[in-house]
Structures are given as C-alpha cells and as structure tokens.
Antibody, heavy 114, light 113 residues
Framework: EVQLVESGGDLVKPGGSLRLSCAASGFSFSNAFMNWVRQAPGKGLEWVGR??????????DYVAAVKGRFSISRDDSKNTVYLQMNSLKTEDTGVYYC?????WGQGTLVTVSS | DIVMTQSPDSLAVSLGERATIKCKSSQSLFHSSTNKNYLAWYHQKPGQPPKLLFY???TRESGVPDRFSGSGSGTDFTLTINSLQAGDVAVFYC?????????FGQGTKLEIK
C-alpha cells in the first residue's frame, strides 16, 4: 500500500524558514517523481514543485511564486523527499501535500504569521 | 505557464441527474509523440487530500465508479458524473501535467440541489 506522510509543518514568522519532509513507502521511491502541492485556507490547489528521480537527473521545477525561496531535495536511502522553505511570506500559509503518480499524503499545515 | 480554467465555479444538481464540469487549457495538452492528453481530474472532500479520478484525460483510476467519465482533447476537457449521488459532493479540479508548472484549475464546487 502506497503511503505518503508529511511532517514538519509549524507556525513561523515572516522571513523565517521551515523544512518539510515526506516519508514514502509501498512503491519504488527511487524511480518516482515527487511533487509538492499546497492549499491556502479555503482556496484551491497550487502545484509548488517537483523533483525527478536520480536516474532522470534529480531535476527540479518550481512555480514562479516560490522560485529562489523554496528547494526540493530527496534522500532515496530514506525514501524521503524534502521541501526547504526560506524567506517565508504570509501568503505561503496553507496545507502542504506531497504527491506522486496520483497518490497524496494527508498534508502538513504551515502557518506564516507574526 | 499554462492557464487552466474550469466552468462553472459551482453547480447544484439533483440526485440522480447528470453533472458536467468543463476544463479549458490555454494551450494544447496533447503530445503527439505519446498520443496522449496530459490532463488529470481530482476531487476533494472537506478535510481530505485530493483523490485522483482520471489521468490521460479519460483513463479512469482504479476504484472510480463508471458513473464518472472524462473526455476531451487538446484544450477542451469534460468531466461528467451520471446518476449523481449524495456522496459525490466535493470540489473537482483539473490539472495539466504537460509542462511545469503543473497548474490546476480553480476548482468547481458540486452540491446537491
């Protein structure tokens, strides 16, 4: 059974940093492209970024709103993908999901507020 | 970036009737090398993560009832739900995965009339 479990969400002040983790199991993680998607309170879904597999160069892509502030990395030995978030803004508040191949985690809440 | 526009933003349909949701992309999602449309449909119920309904525009995910159908090609796509049931109430999203950023539509809220 595919499982994706996000963690690391917290309350952080504007300008602060946070690292989210997504622990995966039940599939071949090393071959998977992993996505991060977020959802602001009461709003729709926004794709944040993606990291390809190592064999595909671990290439990353991001939505413009987070480019230069967020970075995605992966540790295939731990079946975990990370989202490093720097220079956080209030508009980054929301639930952050990791997803792959149609599977989603339950999400972790990030609140950016002073 | 590819802009995804859904219509309507919300709709109310009677139990047992048909619901139709449209999704339009600002550029074609059809890739001639694979002969596929890079479009997915999701629904999301309150407090839950999105659930995949269709990929490649019309390939039904395992476990999705055949009352649900996905169609369309190029820039125009449709999600149809026949014989609406109370449990179908949700917000529905289309998403393109043709080129990053993999944008979503704004969502369509489906309610029971």
């Amino acid at each position: 059974e595919v499982q994706l479990v996000e963690s690391g969400g917290d309350l952080v002040k504007p300008g602060g940093s946070l690292r989210l983790s997504c622990a995966a199991s039940g599939f071949s993680f090393s071959n998977a492209f992993m996505n991060w998607v977020r959802q602001a309170p009461g709003k729709g879904l926004e794709w944040v970024g993606r990291i390809k597999s190592k064999t595909d160069g671990e290439t990353t892509d991001y939505v413009a709103a987070v480019k230069g502030r967020f970075s995605i990395s992966r540790d295939d030995s731990k079946n975990t993908v990370y989202l490093q978030m720097n220079s956080l803004k209030t508009e980054d508040t929301g639930v952050y999901y990791c997803s792959t191949d149609g599977y989603w985690g339950q999400g972790t809440l990030v609140t950016v507020s002073s | 970036d590819i802009v995804m526009t859904q219509s309507p933003d919300s709709l109310a349909v009677s139990l047992g009737e048909r619901a139709t949701i449209k999704c339009k992309s600002s550029q074609s999602l059809f890739h001639s090398s694979t002969n596929k449309n890079y479009l997915a449909w999701y629904h999301q119920k309150p407090g839950q993560p999105p659930k995949l309904l269709f990929y490649w525009a019309s390939t039904r995910e395992s476990g999705v009832p055949d009352r649900f159908s996905g169609s369309g090609s190029g820039t125009d796509f449709t999600l149809t739900i026949n014989s609406l049931q109370a449990g179908d109430v949700a917000v529905f999203y289309c998403q393109q995965y043709y080129s990053p950023p993999y944008t979503f539509g704004q969502g369509t809220k489906l309610e029971i009339k």
